[in-house]
């Protein structure tokens, strides 16, 4: 299991903008595909992006696509997610995700989560 911890989330307003970041203890860090997820209140957790092992490939839900980011820097074993011209829809709580494979997927069912971080976005 690799540990994650998650931070960045807040209220901003519609429009602005947030940057989530996850830390990763993990030596093997560059041997995982990492991924953003979401859950909002009384739906069930969704997709929100995902990046190789080495960076190269992203790949992102068609609801953020244009508006989200995800970066990643295997040297400091982190990645990040960021946010521009943010919605109310979405408000939810963001997790992390570390899954041990070098395509550009993160399998829930494998995958390692984060405590996730709460965001915000108010009309």
């Known amino acids: 299991q690799v540990q994650l911890v998650e931070s960045g989330g807040g209220l901003v307003q519609a429009g602005g903008s947030l940057r989530l970041s996850c830390a990763a203890s993990?030596?093997?860090?560059?041997?995982?595909?990492m991924g953003w997820f979401r859950q909002a209140p009384g739906k069930e957790r969704e997709f929100v992006a995902v990046?190789?092992?080495?960076?190269?490939?992203?790949y992102y839900a068609d609801s953020v696509k244009g508006r989200f980011t995800i970066s990643r820097d295997n040297a400091k074993s982190s990645v990040w997610l960021q946010m521009n011209s943010l919605k109310p829809e979405d408000t939810a709580v963001y997790y992390c995700?570390?899954?041990?494979?070098?395509?550009?997927?993160?399998?829930?069912?494998?995958?390692?989560w984060g405590q996730g971080t709460q965001v915000t976005v108010s009309s």
């Open positions: 995700a570390a899954d041990r494979q070098s395509g550009v997927v993160v399998s829930t069912q494998s995958a390692s």
């Open positions: 993990e030596r093997t860090f560059d041997s995982y595909a």
């Open positions: 990046i190789s092992c080495d960076g190269v490939n992203t």
